[in-house]
Nanobody, 136 residues
Framework: QVQLVESGGGSVQAGGSLRLSCVVS????????AGWFRQAPGKEREGIAV?????????????NYANSVKGRFTISKDNSKNTLYLQMNNLKPEDTGMYYC????????????????????????WGQGTQVTVSS
């Protein structure tokens, strides 16, 4: 059974940094589309970063970001560790929320569809979330 487990959340002051990790267990996957979502209290869930993994094509490592985090957040992956990362720099109070990693292993969002449609579909696999709180 596939499980995603996030870690690395916490409380920081504005301008600070955090790195979130998401470990995937229950299988070794090299072809997938995975990313991070967040949800602030009273707001809808927002897709913020996505990365594709497909070592057989030129789409490997393609990323996409929400405008709200572009230039501050960086998504990366380490398939040897079955881990997804989100480096968050220059954090702002509006970044406060619960952060979730999610992944699609079905192939529905493969290739260019990963960065084009991942934020609009249910990827299928979700972590339990990690809280990020940024104070001013």
């Amino acid at each position: 059974q596939v499980q995603l487990v996030e870690s690395g959340g916490g409380s920081v002051q504005a301008g600070g940094s955090l790195r979130l990790s998401c470990v995937v267990s229950g299988g070794a996957y090299t072809t997938y589309c995975a990313g991070w979502f967040r949800q602030a209290p009273g707001k809808e869930r927002e897709g913020i970063a996505v990365i594709g993994s497909d070592s057989l094509t030129r789409y490997d490592g393609l990323t996409n970001y929400a405008n709200s985090v572009k230039g501050r957040f960086t998504i990366s992956k380490d398939n040897s560790k079955n881990t997804l990362y989100l480096q968050m720099n220059n954090l702002k109070p509006e970044d406060t929320g619960m952060y979730y990693c999610a992944a699609d292993f079905s192939g529905r969002t493969s290739g260019l569809l990963c960065r084009a449609s991942f934020f609009r579909v249910d990827p299928g696999y979700w972590g339990q979330g990690t809280q990020v709180t940024v104070s001013s």
